[in-house]
């Protein structure tokens, strides 16, 4: 099992900038890759960025410019640097760990709000 606990949301005007962190526990040594997804109202969830364990990142179209995934192996952490905030990213965001069995794992999510 892999807990994954996610900080850093809230409520920000357009172009401004947010953190968000995620850190995992438990059976860490099972992931190979985190990442964040976001779900807006009435929408599904998508993939925001991932990143493995041998440092290969992923972004949504959305967010390439914009964003930037990072990890700390050391305390097992992950964070999404959000700049150039636009009211299009409003939503929850949620973190997600995947495991050697390619087995997934999500967070609790936390909500970004970025007003125009």
């Known amino acids: 099992q892999v807990q994954l606990v996610e900080s850093g949301g809230g409520l920000v005007q357009a172009g401004g900038s947010l953190r968000l962190s995620c850190a995992a526990s438990?059976?860490?040594?099972?992931?190979?890759?985190m990442g964040w997804y976001r779900q807006a109202p009435g929408k599904q969830r998508e993939l925001v960025a991932t990143?493995?364990?041998?440092?290969?990142?992923n972004y949504a179209d959305s967010v390439k410019g914009r964003f930037t995934i990072s990890r700390v192996n050391a305390n097992n952490t992950v964070h999404l640097q959000m700049n150039s905030l636009i009211p299009e990213d409003t939503a929850v965001y949620y973190c997600?760990?995947?495991?050697?069995?390619?087995?997934?794992?999500w967070g609790q999510g936390t909500q970004v709000t970025v007003s125009s």
């Open positions: 990143i493995t364990w041998g440092g290969a990142s």
């Open positions: 997600n760990a995947e495991n050697r069995n390619f087995f997934y794992y």
């Open positions: 438990g059976s860490i040594g099972s992931i190979i890759a």
